[in-house]
């Protein structure tokens, strides 16, 4: 039995130290050992991009990521957008604007978008379609995703 | 899906590294973004005891000019050289950066491990061996510098001892009648390259002075024609000098039938390829600005 590796992680701000198997996925640290379940493993083959988080602000497929790789570091995820009870303004727009169906993706979706308009804060509809190439969607056809994209970013640049 | 167990390294130091290799040999594989390892691990792939992570060595992920040569450290991450102002300097780089998968492989895979897979549809096998790169290789023996030709030796093998680590990619930068471009055929953004094709030409008063052409996807290794490359030097460069070099480079290709297309259908698709990116590096060699990125289905 290889020997257990003890990690650190910072999760949506709060540090957490478990001892973990070197084997373990970054993916299932968040939702099996933390118990945050927001991150969602669609694929588990690098495709999807519904279990994308950002590890030391870099966005990540947290299934194709170890724990240990994150050890030390900080990982946000789709629990840490709401702030004291309030809505993320990508969240409350991709409400309005039915960026969502099933809602599988949507964690990844999120993430990616954030990641996006970080970068990008007014960012075109070609630019949008580009920074969520890794994510796909079974649902919605991805049209209310880019509305609710360009909403929140709107939004964002005017406060 | 799970990686089998495997005992996790996390050296201090490059030497630190080489004398864990050294120990574990052939049971030993290390870890840079693995973009590729990880998804090969969670599929069982390979029998790999002992994963020896590098990807937080200090030092290898600069990206900095040395006497005429863009020196890339192998753990520069597709994004980093996609957002290089000096990578900037060679188009084709740039290109190739951005083209691959997605924002979040591009943030955490590597140009060293991107090579280092040797995987025929990678963009960095081909896109590095038309520029003619070096390959910096550090084992228990020291160092030594390879030609991208002598590194990649078939599909999936490179000429890596079980002791060593690429440390650094070696790019000659190219004067001001030189310039590049790459271009690949792809079916969505988080997939490999159906044809990828890469062009560096060298232009005087509109004549070729010099050119290389190289097809990915197209054989187990990337390919090049000295054939198709005389075709071109001393004349004009214009879509029909570059169609008809496209049609010898591409009889001298070997491109698979598989789930991305027949070969009929590749050998077209790369024909088409080399003539857009000659074109692509033609304009860059008159100084026109011009944007790029890939082909999607
Ligand atoms: C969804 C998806 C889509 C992709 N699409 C593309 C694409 O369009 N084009 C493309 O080219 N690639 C693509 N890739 C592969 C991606 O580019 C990987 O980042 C890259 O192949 C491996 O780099 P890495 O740093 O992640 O290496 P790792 O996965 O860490 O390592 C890969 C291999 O290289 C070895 N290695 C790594 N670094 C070194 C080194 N410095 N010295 C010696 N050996 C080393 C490792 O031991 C391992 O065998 C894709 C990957 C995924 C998951
Ligand atoms: S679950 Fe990670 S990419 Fe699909
Ligand atoms: S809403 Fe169902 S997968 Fe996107």
Redesign the pocket.
Known sequence: MPESVVVDVNVNGVAYQREIEPRLLLVEFLREEIGLTGTHIGCDT??CGACTVTLNGRLVKSC?CLAVQADGGEVCTVEGLEQNGELHPLQEAFSEHHGLQCGYCTPGMLMASKSLLEENPSPSREEIRKGIAGNLCRCTGYVNIIKAIDAAAVKMQGV | MYPAPFRYHRPEDLPAAIKLLSRFGDDA???????????MMKLRMGDIAEVID?GRLSGLSNIEVRESTLCIG??AT?AKIAASELAAGIPALVEAAA????KQ?RS???I???L??A?AS???PTCLRGLNASVVIVGAAGSRKVPISDFVVDAYATC?KSD????EIQVPLPDANTSSAYVAF?RAA????TCSVGVQLTLENNICQQVSLVLGCAGPTAVVSAEAEAQLQGKEINSETLRAAAQTIVAASDPPPDARGSAVFKRAMLETLVVEAGERALARCRGEAVNGGHRYA
């Open positions: 690098s495709y194709t | 594989k290390v870890l840079a973004g693995g973009q590729s390892l990880i998804p590098i192998a753990l597709h083209g691959i998968a997605d492989v955490m895979g590597t060293g491990g991107g280092s897979v995987d990678g963009d960095w890596l060593e680590i690429v440390t792809k988080a997939a490999f390259p």
